[in-house]
């Protein structure tokens, strides 16, 4: 029997009971579509954070004060206060594969412009660090390296910052009081949207770090340093000489913990990254366990119509049918029913995938491959779980199988 024979009498077999083989393949649509939409949310949320970390910087590292221990116990990392801005331009001037230094300090504060008010994060920051952080200022300039020697009284918004305080008004020049202190708007940063669904970058206002160590703080010491390397490949390169001149600059003796720590945005990319990637193929393997049901159901329902079409069956094995002519086709029934799951189940996936981005705001990622894999799943659930039941048709006894009513 010559398979588009076969395929033809099956579908003539599936469409006497289209609700039943519509039920059947249902199971496999929601598989499929299950690991479709998964895999994208998996794949959409990895896309996510690479390019997130990519607007920060694949070169861009991190040095912060250590833990402190006071009688065995550590007090956590950053409670030491020995970090200081000498530190970042040691580190620029005897590390020559650092290209820009920051140093950083944060604080949170009231902002008051006219009758609107605004409680927002103040980052104290070098004059470098919208090239370190690849952040661009949209309306007016940044402030430079005089302003950050004289702790003026200057500032820069994020672009949340700018919208709740002035709206559509332009607020380079402005005045606005921070801690009942005026300071006089510089400028606008850029838009760059939420960390991770943890935070909003863009609420936040920049000023000289001296100005928030002296005027908001009252204190000598800095948070951190941020630092960007020459390139991405020297990341690795950069990280080794900052903590040869901290050590250095901080006397630490050979062998003795560190008083500070450096963190390398390219290795906590790639650790997020593998993070997402686990994420995403736990989504799929709990979504496959739904396409696994749905075989179980293809089995079920094959099974049933073997004891219902077992006369069929006899009269065709007295004619002439050969045991695999009939394994043959009671498998490419279960085959075409998975099969067309397939299809339908990727088309609900895509549309469930687009429907989330677009309704939930999640960024879906719909790969070639995720399609491939689940279509190719789902055939051959068809051919595991229909086999059994082919199989058991074509062991009839074709004079059982005449007599049975």
Excluded at 17 to 41: D, E, P, Y
Excluded at 74 to 101: F, M, P, R
Excluded at 251 to 270: C, L, R, T, Y
Aim: with cysteine.
């Amino acid at each position: 029997m010559n398979i588009w024979r076969t395929s033809k009498i099956s579908l003539r077999a599936l469409g006497r009971n289209k609700m039943r083989s519509f039920l059947t393949a249902l199971g496999i649509i929601i598989g499929v579509g299950a690991v479709i939409a998964m895999i994208s949310i998996g794949n959409g949320a990895r896309t996510a954070v690479e390019e997130r970390f990519n607007a920060m910087g694949s070169n861009l590292l991190f040095v912060r004060a250590g833990s402190r221990e006071f009688r065995g116990v550590h007090s956590g990392s950053g409670s030491y206060t020995n970090l200081k801005a000498e530190d970042a331009q040691a580190i620029l001037e005897q590390c020559d594969a650092v290209k820009y230094v920051s140093p950083s300090v944060s604080s949170r504060a009231q902002v008051v412009y006219g009758n609107k008010n605004w409680n927002t994060s103040i980052q104290g920051v070098g004059e470098m660090y919208p090239q370190i952080r690849n952040w661009e200022v949209t309306e007016g300039t940044f402030f430079d390296e005089t302003h950050v020697r004289a702790a003026t009284k200057v500032c820069v918004l994020g672009a949340a910052v700018k919208t709740n305080l002035f709206e559509f008004e332009d607020p380079v020049g402005q005045v606005i009081r921070v801690n009942k202190m005026p300071f006089r708007v510089l400028g606008v940063l850029k838009s760059m949207g939420e960390s991770g669904g943890f935070f909003n970058r863009d609420d936040m206002i920049a000023m000289p770090y001296t100005t928030v160590q002296k005027r908001l703080r009252g204190i000598d010491y800095i948070s951190s340093i941020d630092v960007s390397a020459v390139s991405a490949e020297k990341t690795g390169e950069a990280q080794r000489q900052i903590e040869e001149v901290m050590r250095v600059r901080h006397k630490i003796a050979p062998g003795a913990e560190d008083d500070f720590s450096v963190g390398n945005m390219a290795d906590i990319s790639q650790g997020a990254q593998e993070a997402t990637g686990i994420l995403t193929n736990l989504l799929g393997g709990i979504a496959l366990v739904s396409l696994i049901v749905g075989g179980i159901g293809i089995m079920n329902i094959m099974l049933v119509s073997v004891t219902e079409r077992i006369r069929e069956i006899g009269i065709r094995m007295s004619v002439g049918a050969k045991e695999k002519d009939i394994l043959l086709q009671f498998l490419t029934e279960a085959v075409t029913l998975s099969v067309m799951g397939g299809l339908l189940g990727i088309a609900l996936g895509i549309g469930a995938s687009k429907l989330m981005s677009k309704i939930g705001g999640w960024t879906t990622v719909v790969s070639p491959g995720s399609v491939l894999l689940a279509f190719v799943f789902a055939a051959s659930v068809g051919i595991v779980f229909g086999f059994y039941p082919a199989r058991k048709a074509s062991k009839l006894d074709p004079i059982e199988a005449l007599r049975y009513e």
